[in-house]
């Protein structure tokens, strides 16, 4: 079946760091991709997504591109802040039937001032 | 509603009794999922809904496991005999249609002791 594998956490970075999580993906077809933003005691947000390849989905200064070539969907973000301290999910979308999401394990980000 | 919104937020059941964990999904959203976040781990699916039929239920973890939803809206899990695996943050989602993004709600947090 279709997987996700992010990159191990916890990740602990200084405030205006550059952030890469790395995310792969194991899928049939052409899933749409997203990345999903879970603050301390929050639920999960959708933070940015694309829906085909080499599309680049954007969003509160972070980014991702869909590449179809090494099935990844990397996020960056230039200057990270405290605010940024999360876990991230990444995510496909299934091609097939209930086109439920398809989650990685989450990596935890803590971003120190 | 503005949101999804899930009910209680925090439940301590003792083991071996029922629950019923409430999802409120936004107004006119269609397609309606459940997931399970267990401590350490990712987000694991079980049922989905579109409308009031469930096409994919192939995530329930056990026949204790079980969920409905009524006039398109409102859904509820019932988890009968709970057990201390059960223990778990349930998650509920929802969207327009397959293939979208979701919202979550913010979840509830079970704790079976």
């Known amino acids: 079946g279709d997987s996700v594998t992010q990159m191990e956490g916890p990740v602990t970075l200084s405030e205006e760091a550059f952030l890469t999580i790395n995310c792969t993906y194991t899928?049939?077809?052409?899933?749409?991709l997203f990345w999903y933003v879970q603050y301390p005691g929050e639920g999960l947000q959708l933070l940015l997504k694309?829906?085909?390849?080499?599309d680049k989905g954007s969003n509160k200064g972070f980014e991702a591109t869909y590449r179809k070539e090494t099935t990844s969907f990397h996020l960056e973000k230039g200057s990270v802040q405290v605010s940024d301290s999360a876990v991230y999910f990444c995510?496909?979308?299934?091609?097939?039937?209930?086109?439920?999401?398809?989650f990685g394990q989450g990596t935890r980000l803590t971003i120190n001032p | 509603g503005a949101g999804v919104s899930q009910s209680p937020s925090n439940k301590v059941t003792e083991k071996g009794k029922d629950v019923e964990l409430r999802c409120d999904p936004i107004?006119?959203?269609?397609?309606l999922y459940w997931y399970r976040q267990s401590l350490g781990q990712g987000l694991e699916f079980l049922i989905y809904?579109?409308?009031?039929?469930?096409p994919d239920k192939s995530g329930l973890p056990s026949d204790r496991f079980s969920a409905e939803r009524t006039g398109g809206s409102v859904s509820t899990l019932t988890i009968q005999r709970t057990q201390q695996e059960d223990s778990a943050v349930y998650l509920c989602?929802?969207?327009w249609g397959l293939g979208d993004g979701y919202t979550f709600g913010s979840g509830t947090r079970l704790t079976v002791v």
């Open positions: 989602a929802s969207s």
């Open positions: 899928a049939t077809g052409y899933p749409s």
């Open positions: 694309a829906t085909k390849a080499d």
């Open positions: 995510a496909l979308s299934e091609q097939q039937g209930a086109q439920k999401l398809v």
């Open positions: 107004s006119g959203h269609t397609a």
């Open positions: 809904f579109q409308g009031n039929s469930a």
